[in-house]
């Protein structure tokens, strides 16, 4: 289902095979060149690509209690690797290229080394073939850089965490051993870049980095939790933690370390190295159906003009089902307060989710329910009885902020339980995405980001458009976002205030419609009150047709922290632009050279030209045009251009 062809085979002379060490691997376009060194006993590897050091010799070691470590070489093997995946769901590409050169190490420990090299990075990871239960007891984790390079790096307190964190950038040689951080990570070296995350995470504690007050970054995780403590109905915190990772079984692969390696930062933005390292889906996924989700809990349910009291009630969510159908939404979310917070399986009195879910399927609109990761877990085989019952279509899986072994577990049990009842899954106060939606398809999306939630309550005024520019760079790279974009309600930085019940976001109208195109979501969120759309009608007729999967995407001109400007194909053959700037207004030129022949129609929402003054600005136009064409784009402070491009 997933690979078309493969090849397997000896490779050519740049591979340096046999017992001999250095161990050397290439790129297929022979550009990047990994190295693979022992020396008194310890592993290293190094990267080289056109022949300059990114990454420069490193140490990395696994710790097993069982084995003892030792790099006494039994095998090493060279293949190569050239297939196409096609994803369940079209996230960015309808289809990928896996393209790799693999050099395998066996030891006599019966431990082995894989690294993968592709045109577009690197990636390595352990394996074991041991008999019976393993104690892993550490794992030594290691980038070697320049004292001078730079880093994007998402600082945190403690493992214990929501992972919705700025990218402010350091000096890697400022980072000092107490600087915690959890991942992804950007490298800046020279102006090409590297991305540091993982993949295929199963069993096992996700990585963490720390400083070395040097050009170093060096890996730890959590340990796994041995005691636990609940401080309220969600929030469980590790208070004895053992003095190992994991105990596994001894046959197994081990989480990929990925490098993603770009010359320039546009490459980023189409990068899927980390979805395609990890474990494909087996099974029938047809059922899973993307689409944009009208969301309750960030407008407060304050819809207005209305004949009955609003807020978490069976009236204000008829209302909603109303408002999707009318406008081809296929999915509505019940947020926090439909039930007790302790027992998901039931619903509180004054909401009636039965009757919620056969009204919204007589109309078709599924309903996504909002969960507690502890109580789902408590009951999760009631839990998913009752919601095939009642006819539910997804749940958004809250509040599990770790990623030591036992939780990483949770969401692999979470995945199974719901794919098996057929409903979509979207996980909250999580972790960054591992690949893990290439196995669960269903897995559509979460957050793990500091996204739109947070123009709720942020003083800072930091989660706007200079944050908004980092995040297709760093944390999308990951995978899918659940930043929850559309408000209506675009201040400029001087006008802005929080507001829990009315809250406004940073930055233009059209920038907040870029993020439909920008940032990927295969369930996107619609996060402002249904009449706020409706009082906006020209901006809502883009936000309504805009898809949520794309067939194929071009990054026409982008630069990490500052602008993006992309185009995406739709399946109906339509293209959408979306460009979006930081707090600088700028003119960008592009180019239209990824349509094909004849004329073409060009729907667009531009930032007006008081957006400066008045981010709720914007003109709407049409204009004819063909391939090459050049477009100016006039972005305002915090702006944004949106468009749909139809053929003739």
């Not at 790799?100 to 577009?120: I, M, S, V």
């Not at 000096?171 to 951080?181: R, V």
């Not at 003009?305 to 408002?323: A, E, L, M, R, W």
Request: proline share 5%.
């Amino acid at each position: 289902m997933f690979r078309i062809f493969c090849l397997i085979a000896i490779l050519p002379a740049f591979l340096t095979l046999g017992y001999s060490q250095p161990w050397m691997i290439t790129s297929p376009d022979q550009k990047i060149k990994v190295t693979v060194t022992l020396e008194d006993g310890d592993l290293f590897y190094a990267i080289e690509k056109n022949g300059e050091a990114w990454i420069n010799a490193s140490p990395i070691r696994l710790n097993i209690a069982e084995v003892p470590v030792d790099y006494t070489l039994n095998s090493a093997q060279t293949s190569s690797h050239d297939a196409i995946i096609n994803p369940v769901v079209h996230e960015k590409l309808a289809q990928i290229r896996d393209q790799y050169n693999l050099l395998d190490l066996q030891f006599e420990n019966n431990t082995g080394l894989e690294f993968r090299a592709y045109d577009r990075g690197v990636a390595w990871r352990w394996n074991a073939a041991i008999a019976g239960t393993i104690t892993i007891l550490g794992e030594q984790v290691t980038y070697a850089f320049n004292p001078s390079d730079h880093v994007y790096y998402p600082s945190e307190e403690s493992f214990y965490s929501h992972n919705e964190r700025l990218f402010p950038k350091y000096e890697l040689s400022k980072l000092s051993l107490d600087s915690l951080a959890s991942l992804p990570a950007l490298i800046d070296q020279n102006g090409h870049y590297m991305h540091l995350s993982e993949s295929d995470l199963y069993n096992y504690p996700g990585l963490w980095l720390l400083g070395t007050n040097s050009g170093t970054l060096t890996g730890t995780f959590p340990m796994y939790p041995v005691q636990e403590k609940q401080v309220r109905d969600r929030d469980i915190m590790v208070t004895q933690a053992a003095n190992y990772l994991v105990k596994t079984p001894g046959t197994r692969t081990f989480p990929w370390r990925t490098i993603l390696m770009e010359d320039r930062a546009a490459g980023l933005l189409t990068n899927t190295l980390i979805y395609q390292l990890n474990r494909p889906a087996t099974g029938d996924f047809s059922w899973v159906q993307p689409g944009k989700v009208q969301w309750d809990w960030w407008n407060d349910l304050n819809t207005y003009g209305v004949d009955f009291q609003s807020g978490v009630n069976t009236d204000t969510y008829k209302h909603y089902i109303d408002f999707a159908a009318k406008n081809g939404l296929p999915y509505i979310i019940l947020d926090e307060g439909w039930s007790p917070t302790t027992d998901v399986t039931v619903s509180i009195p004054e909401v009636n989710v039965p009757e919620l879910a056969k009204y919204g399927q007589e109309k078709g609109v599924g309903l996504i329910l909002w969960v507690l990761w502890n109580a789902l877990d408590k009951d999760l085989d009631k839990a998913m009885t009752e919601y095939s019952k009642w006819g539910i279509k997804g749940i958004k899986v809250d509040f599990m902020q770790r990623n030591d072994a036992e939780m990483v577990n949770y969401y692999e049990r979470i995945a199974r339980a719901t794919a098996e009842h057929h409903l979509l899954l979207d996980f909250h106060g999580c972790y960054k995405p591992t690949g893990f939606r290439h196995e669960f398809p269903h897995a559509m999306t979460r957050e793990g980001v500091r996204g739109n939630e947070w123009s709720k309550w942020d003083n800072s005024k930091q989660t706007g458009p200079e944050h908004n520019l980092m995040l297709p760079f760093t944390r999308m790279v990951c995978g899918p976002m659940d930043y929850t974009p559309g408000a209506m309600l675009n201040a400029q930085l001087r006008d802005w205030s929080p507001s829990f019940s009315r809250p406004m976001s940073l930055g233009t109208r059209c920038h907040q419609l870029a993020m439909y195109v920008v940032f990927e979501s295969p369930l996107q969120m619609l996060c402002d009150v249904p009449e706020n759309y409706l009082r906006e009608q020209e901006s809502f007729a883009f936000i309504k047709q805009v898809p949520t999967t794309w067939e194929d995407t071009r990054v026409l001109d982008a630069a990490v922290g500052d602008y993006i400007v992309e185009a995406r194909l739709a399946a109906d053959g339509n293209w959408y632009m979306g460009a979006m700037t930081d707090w600088t207004a700028r003119t960008l030129d592009v180019t239209l050279d990824f349509l094909g022949t004849g004329e073409y129609s060009l729907e667009y929402w531009k930032d007006g030209v008081n957006a400066n003054r008045m981010a709720q600005d914007y003109q709407m136009g049409e204009m004819t045009i063909r391939k090459g064409d050049k477009l100016q784009l006039n972005l305002a402070q915090g702006g944004g251009f949106v468009a749909v491009i139809r053929k003739k």
